[in-house]
């Protein structure tokens, strides 16, 4: 199996993008130990993916010494990366659609395999409202046992982040950027030192120095959701990043939450147009009372029972990979 080491190479030569290094790293008929072998693993890996580009040996030595580089930097700055074939990668990412190859963690990495872990979502301008049951929500989850996720933004997600802090419990930003870059937006980097002191963890897929682009908040939503055993909605519109979050989650066939606004406080509220939305469409469970968290809880599909439909799904395909097909688990 590809570890760390070889995953950083590959995705540091040109045209060679998260799918590429994908379908390598689980192709790969052996270990690669020298950059001979790397090469000579892309030449094999070429006779089935005819689009993969033999890079020269100077330039493959060259991704290869920064990579070394950044495995250097990363131990110095306590960032440990996280190959799709480590143990320690999240369970939960493996089998989404367009999974991560690699991943930056700092912190507490035992949060990335929780047994129950929760999305709280929303948008960067909450109501006052919304604000304080977004705390009361990110609370209740972590009173509960829950790791609560979210992406470190203005508005809900702070809340999300504190009101677990406030449960007492372990929170994950998933960031879109370098994890050495200082946090975005800067106001919150007091709450993501906060996030580290009480056990937390940050993670991203983007290496040492990159800079948060717009195209990587939304590849950074699809983490969020499929981090999570379910998806809290506190406050959204109609349109916006959240509900690429939300799309992302119905995909992974996860459940859907969005708190449920007393009409009072729907009453020239634009952005809580979406929650009603999800519910009037029965895309999402109305989520108000304890009760209600309670039984959006109960639908969430525990680690430990993720795991066994894995083994289960693997078993029966077990036979099929006998005879060199490419049988792929389907979860979602």
């Not at 990495?109 to 705390?135: F, M, Q, W």
């Not at 682009?213 to 959204?236: H, I, K, Y």
């Amino acid at each position: 199996m590809l570890d760390k080491l070889h995953i950083l190479t590959l995705m540091g030569l040109p045209g060679f993008g998260r799918n590429t290094v994908n379908n390598i790293v689980h192709e790969a008929p052996f270990n690669p130990s020298n950059l001979k072998e790397i090469m000579d693993l892309l030449r094999e890996c070429k006779k089935k993916f005819s689009r993969i580009k033999l890079p020269e040996i100077e330039t493959l030595e060259d991704s290869f010494n920064n990579a070394n580089r950044t495995v250097e930097k990363c131990e110095k700055l306590g960032i440990r990366i996280l190959g799709v074939n480590d143990d320690t990668f999240p369970v939960r990412l493996r089998y989404i659609p367009d999974p991560p190859i690699l991943l930056f963690a700092k912190g507490n990495i035992d949060c990335l395999n929780h047994e129950l872990s929760v999305a709280v979502i929303g948008t960067r301008e909450p109501s006052k409202y919304g604000e304080i049951c977004g705390e009361l929500f990110g609370k209740a989850f972590a009173e509960r046992g829950l790791v609560v996720v979210s992406g470190l933004a203005k508005g809900i997600d702070t809340t999300g982040h504190k009101g677990c802090l406030l449960g007492n419990g372990h929170t994950v930003a998933v960031l879109a950027q370098g994890l050495d870059t200082g946090i975005y937006p800067s106001e919150n980097r007091p709450l993501a030192q906060e996030i580290l002191d009480a056990d937390g963890c940050w993670i991203s897929e983007y290496s040492l120095g990159v800079r948060g682009r717009p195209n990587f908040f939304v590849e950074r939503d699809r983490l969020q959701a499929g981090l999570s055993a379910g998806v809290v909605v506190m406050e959204t519109d109609i349109k916006g990043g959240t509900m690429h979050t939300v799309g992302f989650c119905l995909a992974q066939s996860k459940p859907l939450g969005c708190f449920n606004h007393p009409e009072k406080f729907l009453v020239g509220n634009n952005k809580a147009r979406g929650n009603r939305q999800l519910i009037d469409q029965g895309k999402a469970q109305p989520l108000f009372t304890p009760e209600d968290i309670d039984l959006f809880i109960s639908k969430m599909e525990k680690l430990s029972d993720l795991r066994k439909r894995i083994d289960s799904i693997s078993n029966q395909t077990q036979p099929n990979k006998k005879e060199n097909t490419d049988e792929q688990l389907e979860l979602f």
